[in-house]
């Protein structure tokens, strides 16, 4: 297992205004995710983050809204642009050490709400 | 394509009861099944998975979940609820014979015990 931390736990922000959410891990990574659950709804993600690749997107979701940052295997930020309150949300990043065993650990999470 | 069902939205259970939480799925190939918890404020935790071999998997605080091939499902169970098992519970699965990695996961269900 892992201990993962994300930064800020919670945040209110105006719309129009970004916000940038950090994972760090305590030990180093190939796989970290980023999942949006929004509430009474199952996790989405957003994306994929490798070290030294660029992020891959699932659909409906595009870098220019949702930039991450992935500078070394403990290390991941995902950037909420140009909010509005339809991105109220709690964003979650997870990480994956052994891909035979494919489990996932998750950070507590960050609860944005944008008004 | 894969998919996760979490029938229930809700179950209700008294303590010291048993409890079933229940899930099927769908993949094209051999499933990977997994079930996490989430308690109010945090993040996902990993409870137990199935890969291969056993039908009936065992994790952790008492819980245990049985795969059922012919009727898709990889239902959680425990013979003893307790009040701190209250929490959401959600059931994922991969299939990695389709060649992508992304888990999908279930709506979730939340489970209250009451004393």
């Known amino acids: 297992s892992a201990v993962i931390s994300q930064k800020p736990s919670r945040d209110i922000c105006q719309r129009g205004t970004s916000l940038t959410i950090q994972c760090q891990v305590d030990s180093q990574v190939t796989m970290m995710f980023w999942y949006r659950q929004q509430p009474g709804q199952s996790l989405t993600l957003i994306a994929t983050a490798n070290q030294g690749s660029e992020a891959t997107y699932e659909s409906g979701f595009v870098i220019d809204k949702f930039p991450i940052s992935r500078p070394n295997l403990t290390f991941s930020t995902l950037t909420v642009s140009n909010m509005s309150p339809e991105d109220s949300s709690i964003y979650l990043c997870?990480?994956?050490?052994?891909?035979?065993?494919?489990?996932?650990?998750f950070g507590p999470g960050t609860r944005l709400l944008v008004l | 394509a894969q998919s996760v069902a979490q029938p229930e939205d809700q179950v209700n259970v008294a303590e010291g009861n048993p409890l079933t939480v229940k899930c099927t799925y769908s993949v094209s190939g051999n499933p990977y099944l997994f079930w996490y918890v989430q308690y109010p404020n945090r993040g996902l935790q990993f409870l137990l998975k199935?890969?291969?071999?056993?039908?009936l998997v065992k994790g952790s605080y008492g819980f245990e979940a049985e795969f059922n091939k012919s009727q898709t499902s990889f239902h959680l169970k425990n013979p003893s609820a307790l009040v701190s098992d209250s929490a959401l519970y959600f059931c994922?699965?991969?299939?990695?014979?389709?060649?992508?990695?992304?888990?999908?996961f279930g709506r979730g269900t939340s489970l209250i015990v009451h004393p």
């Open positions: 997870s990480v994956e050490f052994d891909r035979a065993w494919e489990t996932q650990y």
């Open positions: 994922a699965v991969r299939d990695l014979s389709g060649g992508s990695y992304i888990p999908t």
């Open positions: 199935y890969i291969t071999g056993d039908n």
